[in-house]
T-cell receptor, first 112, second 115 residues
C-alpha cells in the first residue's frame, strides 16, 4: 500500500504559465518532504524540501506548500520553462529518519 | 567529485543467475541506499546503510543482500535473479545531521532485465 501518492501521471503546461504538481500521503508520522526531478536515463536530483513544522518553502521559481491537515503537498513552478519538462517525484521521511517513501511520479511537459 | 557512480549501466540476466550491482560515492557520506523504480510504483527502498558495517532493510528487501565494508562502497547482490527483479536500480547517498538523513544524491541507475 503506497503511503505517498501522486495521482496525476502527467501534466502539460504552456511555457510561462504555472505548473502545479500534487502529492498526497497517508502517514501522519512523516516529518520531512522532498521533491526530486528526473530526466530520462539519469538519476533523480533534489529540487526542494519542506519540514513538517512549516507550511511553505520557496526557492526561486519553485515553491512547495504543505497542508498537514489534508496530508497534501504541492509543488508550484512559476514561470514554467521547457527545461522543466521531466518526471517529478515527491518523497517523505518518517520515524527513524532514514527511510524515505516516494510517490509514483508526475511527468511534466512544458510546451514552448 | 564524481558524486555517486553505478556499474553496470545495463545488465541482462537469466533466471537463477547471481550478480552484484556496484555503487560508489566520493562525498564521504555516511548514508547510502538502494532503490528500485518500477512503472507506476515510483522508487521503493530496498536496503540502506548509515555507516560502514551497518545496514538495514527498506520496503522491499527480499531477494537482495547488501554489505557496507567501507564508507565509499555499497554493493547490492542478487543471489538468484527472478523476472520480478527486472527494474531500474538507483543508488543514493547523503550526509547525516545527527541521526537524520536529508537530501539524497542519486546515481545514474542500472537497468536490469531478468529473462
Amino acid at each position: 500500500d503506497q503511503q505517498v501518492k501522486q495521482n496525476s501521471p502527467s501534466l502539460s503546461v504552456q511555457e510561462g504559465r504555472i505548473s502545479i504538481l500534487n502529492c498526497d500521503y497517508t502517514n501522519s508520522m512523516f516529518d520531512y518532504f522532498l521533491w526530486y526531478k528526473k530526466y530520462p536515463a539519469e538519476g533523480p536530483t533534489f529540487l526542494i524540501s519542506i519540514s513538517s513544522i512549516k507550511d511553505k518553502n520557496e526557492d526561486g521559481r519553485f515553491t512547495v506548500f504543505l497542508n498537514k491537515s489534508a496530508k497534501h503537498l504541492s509543488l508550484h513552478i512559476v514561470p514554467s520553462q521547457p527545461g522543466d519538462s521531466a518526471v517529478y517525484f515527491c518523497a517523505a521521511r518518517k520515524g527513524n529518519f532514514n527511510k524515505f517513501y516516494f510517490g509514483s511520479g508526475t511527468k511534466l511537459n512544458v510546451k514552448p | 567529485n564524481a558524486g555517486v557512480t553505478q556499474t553496470p549501466k545495463f545488465q541482462v540476466l537469466k533466471t537463477g543467475q547471481s550478480m552484484t550491482l556496484q555503487c560508489a560515492q566520493d562525498m564521504n557520506h555516511e548514508y547510502m541506499s538502494w532503490y528500485r523504480q518500477d512503472p507506476g510504483m515510483g522508487l521503493r527502498l530496498i536496503h540502506y546503510s548509515v555507516g560502514a558495517g551497518i545496514t538495514d532493510q527498506g520496503e522491499v528487501p527480499n531477494g537482495y543482500n547488501v554489505s557496507r565494508s567501507t564508507t565509499e562502497d555499497f554493493p547490492l547482490r542478487l543471489l538468484s535473479a527472478a523476472p520480478s527483479q527486472t527494474s531500474v536500480y538507483f543508488c543514493a547517498s547523503s550526509s547525516q545531521i545527527g541521526r537524520r538523513t536529508d537530501t539524497q544524491y542519486f546515481g545514474p541507475g542500472t537497468r536490469l532485465t531478468v529473462l
